[in-house]
């Protein structure tokens, strides 16, 4: 299987500032890459889908960049409801796998 | 908007069964492929099973092949997960999602503890 590594663990962002989260897989998956965002308690928010490519009603501060095996998210600059975990997906291969997830933190 | 309420969890002794249960609403159900993803208490998620919009293909993590089962019900507008053969760490809250390879409209979870 396919396994997805999220870095960092944990990062610690002031609001207003630019975060910036990455993932690797361990083969590549061409662009069939998803981000989500989940707060506690809720379910996931599906952010990006096709590694770069904003789901309905996801603001522009939220992008998707990579291919292959390394892509990042980036949040441009971080608002107050932005503090939650992020995971990537993948799904060009059975099974589809997650990464860990990494969580953004206010500094 | 697109709704996803599952039901069905709760406490059960190892070895033990579960049905989960997630009805659909305000999309055309028979259209869409449908996953089961879990998240044990303070994890990450880990995709469970997939099936077709047909239901005539069915995937499944190694995890749980052989234990549990995904189904649907089009005429009802509701998919399933049959859990056998429980184990204490298939203890997670249990999110339905509407998904073949990402999922972009997901329920709210229903919790199932697998404990003596």
């Known amino acids: 299987e396919i396994v997805m590594t999220q870095s960092p663990a944990t990062l610690s962002v002031s609001p207003g500032e630019r975060a910036t989260l990455s993932c690797r897989a361990s083969e590549s998956v061409s662009s069939n890459l998803g981000w989500y965002q989940q707060k506690p308690g809720q379910a996931p928010r599906l952010l990006i889908y096709?590694?770069?490519t904003r789901a309905t009603g996801i603001p522009a501060r939220f992008s998707g960049s990579g291919s292959g095996t390394e892509f990042t998210l980036t949040i441009s600059s971080l608002q107050s409801e932005d503090f939650a975990v992020y995971h990537c997906?993948?799904?060009?291969?059975?099974?589809?796998?997650f990464g860990q997830g990494t969580k953004v933190e206010i500094k | 908007e697109v709704q996803l309420v599952e039901s069905g969890g709760g406490l059960v002794q190892p070895g033990g069964s579960l049905r989960l249960s997630c009805e659909a609403s305000r999309f055309t159900f028979s259209n869409y492929a449908m996953t089961w993803v879990r998240q044990a208490p303070g994890q990450g998620l880990e995709w469970v099973s997939t099936?077709?919009?047909?239901?005539?293909?069915?995937y499944y993590a190694d995890s749980v092949k052989g234990r549990f089962t995904i189904s649907r019900d089009s005429s009802k507008n509701t998919l399933y997960l049959q859990m056998n053969s429980l184990r204490a760490e298939d203890t997670a809250v249990y999110y339905c999602a509407r998904f073949w390879g990402y999922g972009d409209y997901w329920g709210q979870g229903t919790l199932v503890t697998v404990s003596s």
């Open positions: 096709g590694a770069s």
């Open positions: 099936i077709s919009n047909t239901g005539g293909s069915t």
């Open positions: 997906q993948q799904y060009n291969n059975w099974p589809r796998t």
